[in-house]
């Protein structure tokens, strides 16, 4: 053990970097490559990158598909940054806005040879930090570490990384307190914070539930609009408040409140998403021409905190399928399904016929 940051609190403050604008460097098999979010580039720094080499610009091959780009690599395509490509050109690839006013971005030149595993590492990060997953990328020569310590950039090590960004971080239970709520009196919150420094998630526990029956359990995605503004477009705020009101009248359950806006890709980018959704597209549809698959959540956050809580199996208050699934993957009984049909508005019919039409959910 040292004082030094450990690989997964390293790959957090690459997260970090990468909102800022700040380059991070990524060392693989005696090489080394430097990466930026293409979504905030600014000029100067745009310049010092061409400075260093050739900049390959990274996209999924969502967002390829969309720019009618064939993704050679299969999950990504990587691009040729033309000599006249400017920080606009390069932000208006990676994100769609202007896709509808601005149809032809190219030619492209798409790269074939090398490997893509340094693109695909980079594009995973930017994903996880809630940035558009586009990134513009430069090989080094050498490892990168005197590139690194001489300009103070995060220097990850590809392999140390990729275990980090497929595995879910322990969580530590930090604080938990009575909190008399509308729906319950007998209302308690638990914060939980996972040991890589990422974002906080909640339990708030109705009632005392017996750790050794089936929970009522709620997993609720964390929506801004819909729980805290009231927003019509989705059925959130309602299925958040009718889940609750459900346990309140059984007497005990647990509702997890997990900071993953937007199915995972973050609040900007949702916003992006409800933008596209004003041009016509659907919520999937929208994702896609964004870079981001149907649903990014990782739920083995929620089987982490209700095993940490003394729970096992569970009654789950869901419409959606695919949580069971991934609940009892990660070795969670669930026992009963309990629907939550509640909060259709005239507004918000579309979206639920797309998630019953395209995400499988029972309506």
Not at 79 to 91: E, I
Not at 172 to 178: E, H, K, N, Q, Y
Not at 213 to 223: E, F, N, Q, T
């Amino acid at each position: 053990m040292t004082l030094g940051p450990t690989p997964a609190e390293r790959l957090n403050r690459a997260r970090a970097d990468l909102r800022m604008g700040v380059p991070v460097v990524l060392a693989h098999a005696g090489q080394a490559t430097l990466f930026a979010a293409a979504e905030g580039i600014e000029s100067d720094r745009l310049a010092l990158i061409r400075a260093l080499g050739a900049p390959v610009l990274a996209l999924t091959a969502r967002r390829a598909e969309t720019l009618k780009v064939a993704a050679y690599d299969g999950d990504l395509v990587r691009l040729h940054l033309p000599s006249d490509a400017d920080r606009l050109w390069v932000r208006d690839m990676a994100d769609p806005s202007h896709d509808l006013a601005h149809p032809m971005k190219g030619p492209f030149r798409a790269l074939r040879e090398g490997s893509a595993a340094a693109a695909r590492t980079a594009l995973m990060i930017a994903k996880s930090a809630h940035l558009l997953p586009a990134v513009l990328l430069v090989d080094l020569p050498g490892d990168g570490a005197a590139l690194a310590q001489e300009h103070g950039l995060t220097l990850l090590d590809l392999a140390q990384t990729l275990p980090e960004l497929a595995a879910s971080s322990p969580f530590l239970p930090v604080a938990d307190a009575r909190v008399p709520i509308a729906a319950s009196q007998a209302g308690r919150v638990h914060v939980f914070r996972p040991q890589n420094g990422g974002e906080d998630h909640y339990a708030i526990e109705i009632g005392t539930p017996d750790r050794a029956a089936p929970v009522l359990a709620r997993l609720h995605s964390a929506c801004f609009t819909g729980d805290v503004l009231g927003s019509l477009k989705c059925d959130c705020g309602a299925q958040l408040d009718a889940a609750l009101r459900q346990m309140a009248t059984e007497g005990s359950g647990v509702l997890l409140y997990l900071n993953q806006e937007g199915r995972g890709i973050g609040l900007a980018n949702k916003m992006r998403a409800y933008s596209l959704q004003d041009q016509g597209f659907d919520t999937v549809e929208a994702n896609h021409r964004l870079g981001f698959e149907d649903d990014e959540r990782d739920f083995r956050i929620a089987a982490e905190i209700l095993k940490k809580m003394g729970f096992s199996a569970v009654r789950l208050l869901t419409n959606n399928p695919a949580k069971i699934d991934m609940m009892r993957a990660t070795g969670i009984d669930v026992t009963q399904r309990v629907a939550l049909r509640v909060g259709k508005t005239g507004q918000n019919a579309a979206y639920l016929a797309t998630k019953a039409a395209k995400s499988g959910h029972i309506l």
